[in-house]
């Protein structure tokens, strides 16, 4: 039934009855006729990698179009250097806002919608490094550095967290002083922690309220700068740091072994004409503290090693189940006491310059893994203060603008140590230590990156972003070069 062209219904004839039927046979050849042109379309597609780009040209579109306004950052062409990563290689790494999104090969900005393209040709990209001892001087001692300063310093030198010493002035024995510090530290583009005294006053007679500091955001507890000689009070303190579980760290200097500090006492000492810092200074202290750990169960931190005999003090302690872990310092693998009687004050420090065999048992120790971190104890002073005389002159260097270059001259290209290996004792395991959510790299995980060149030769100058120039390696070529520091998704240095 149908209408006619004047809107009238009409019969019309019902032609069904006369439609062809096909039968089985022939329905089934038809669907074997469509399914092997099908098939053979497919295989064509797969061979000629079709499918493969379609599917990575819609996977980028769905996956990195939807971002409401973040950022987008694409560091593209680098090595990834990754200890703790499931991906490592020629790599590229995507980041959103805060975060990293994805880390693959051939992520490219004609199909990602970034913001921001870092070419990181001839690079490394790795975690942001991570320094576990610094000494910004804020608050008391601005002239010498301050949390701005300090920070700026540590951009420079690709790191991208800090954990601040607690030897200010006031000391940051109490809440009031680790909030001054902790808020100072988040304006500054990076992650600035820090660590409360052991003691009041750092006067190694009565802990601090350590609950309390822990509550207010310590990351651990030291004294560095003074050893404490109270054996009881020490045990006390190990105690408490392992019920709250954060580190404790020691400064390990004996005074009634020491006439003048920041010297050996040897050749150094001599030829200055003094009696300096016997090594015994630094072995007493850690042979106690090592059997203080394995009573007590504390996470300790052995800082700045010095000595042989420490090396072998703190693996011992470790093959006995301790907790216990080691820092060095690129001035301790890349000099010795010679150097101390060329530079003078500029490498007097604390514990001091030792002997050839010393510097080559402590990078031995980085090899094997008796020593998990390297520090920079960066210890700013003026000039004024350093020019004071051997006697006078305050001990300490700076170090964060310098120690990625000294780690890849003095270890990575003399065969010491891998790159992998070193970014682990300079990200990854410093980090891993205390707690801090830093040193990897992985999808979801904080955008905090190094790139580095590690063969871009440079030479150290005293153009620092640190306000001190307090350093021996003024003059030195170095290899390995930071081109960029990107911390949660902001580029906050580059190398210009």
């Keep these: 039934m149908g209408l006619d062209r004047a809107g009238e219904f009409e019969l019309r004839p019902d032609t069904s009855a006369n439609r062809v039927v096909p039968t089985v046979w022939e329905v089934l050849v038809g669907l074997f006729f469509v399914v092997t042109v099908n098939y053979v379309t497919l295989l064509f597609w797969v061979k000629n990698g079709i499918i493969a780009g379609l599917w990575e040209f819609f996977n980028s579109k769905i996956i990195f179009s939807e971002r409401g306004g973040l950022m987008r950052l694409l560091v593209k062409n680098g090595e990834v250097v990754n200890?703790?990563?499931?991906?490592?290689?020629?790599m590229d790494v995507l980041i959103e806002d805060d975060h990293i999104l994805a880390i693959e090969s051939g992520i490219s900005e004609n199909y990602v919608d970034?913001?921001?393209?870092?070419?990181?040709?001839?690079?490394?990209?790795?975690?942001?490094?991570?320094?576990v001892h610094v000494h910004f001087r804020d608050p008391?001692?601005?002239?010498?550095?301050?949390?701005?300063?300090?920070?700026?310093?540590?951009?420079?030198?690709?790191?991208?967290?800090?954990?601040?010493?607690?030897?200010?002035?006031?000391?940051?024995?109490?809440?009031?002083?680790?909030?001054?510090?902790?808020?100072?530290?988040?304006?500054?583009?990076?992650?600035?922690?820090?660590?409360?005294n052991v003691t009041e006053k750092m006067e190694g007679q009565k802990l601090t309220d350590m609950e309390a500091l822990v509550k207010a955001g310590a990351v651990g507890f030291s004294d560095d700068g003074k050893p404490i000689l109270d054996e009881q009070l020490v045990k006390m303190a190990m105690k408490e740091a392992a019920r709250l579980g954060v580190p404790i760290s020691f400064h390990e200097e004996d005074p009634k072994y020491i006439s003048v500090a920041g010297f050996n006492n040897g050749v150094a000492s001599r030829h200055f004409g003094v009696v300096g810092a016997d090594r015994l200074a630094e072995i007493s202290m850690i042979e106690r503290d090592i059997n203080l750990a394995l009573a007590t169960g504390a996470k300790v931190d052995i800082q700045h090693i010095s000595s042989k005999e420490g090396v072998d003090l703190v693996m011992n302690g470790k093959i006995h189940g301790g907790e216990i872990y080691a820092e060095a310092t690129p001035h301790h693998f890349s000099l010795t006491e010679k150097d101390a009687m060329f530079y003078g004050t500029l490498a007097k420090m604390n514990p001091p310059l030792r002997t050839e065999a010393?510097?080559?048992?402590?990078?031995?120790?980085?090899?094997?893994?008796?020593?998990?971190?390297?520090?920079?104890?960066?210890?700013?002073?003026?000039?004024?203060?350093?020019?004071?005389?051997?006697?006078?002159?305050?001990?300490?260097?700076?170090?964060?603008?310098?120690?990625?270059?000294?780690?890849?001259?003095?270890?990575?290209?003399?065969?010491?140590?891998?790159?992998?290996?070193?970014?682990?004792?300079?990200?990854?395991?410093?980090?891993?230590?205390?707690?801090?959510?830093?040193?990897?790299?992985f999808p979801g995980g904080a955008a905090d990156v190094v790139v580095f060149n590690p063969d871009e030769k440079w030479t150290v100058t005293d153009k620092f972003a640190s306000k001190a120039k307090n350093s021996p390696f003024i003059g030195f070529e170095l290899y390995g070069k930071v081109k960029y520091t990107i911390c949660d998704g902001e580029v906050v240095y580059r190398d210009e």
């Excluded at 921001?116 to 942001?128: E, H, K, L, R, T």
Aim: glycine share 12%; hydrophobic share 40%.
């Design 83 to 90: 200890p703790s990563g499931d991906v490592g290689g020629k």
């Design 114 to 131: 970034v913001d921001q393209v870092v070419d990181a040709a001839s690079c490394i990209v790795a975690p942001g490094l991570v320094d």
């Design 140 to 196: 008391g001692q601005t002239r010498k550095e301050n949390i701005f300063t300090g920070a700026a310093a540590a951009k420079k030198g690709g790191y991208t967290s800090v954990v601040m010493m607690a030897n200010t002035v006031p000391p940051i024995d109490n809440v009031k002083t680790l909030e001054y510090v902790l808020e100072k530290g988040r304006k500054t583009g990076i992650k600035v922690y820090a660590v409360a």
């Design 358 to 441: 010393d510097r080559e048992a402590i990078i031995e120790g980085l090899r094997s893994g008796a020593i998990d971190m390297i520090v920079t104890d960066h210890a700013p002073h003026t000039r004024e203060e350093k020019n004071s005389g051997i006697a006078n002159a305050p001990s300490g260097i700076i170090g964060l603008e310098t120690a990625l270059g000294l780690g890849i001259t003095n270890l990575v290209r003399e065969g010491r140590l891998t790159m992998w290996q070193l970014i682990e004792r300079m990200s990854v395991f410093p980090a891993r230590v205390y707690g801090l959510q830093a040193g990897i790299l």
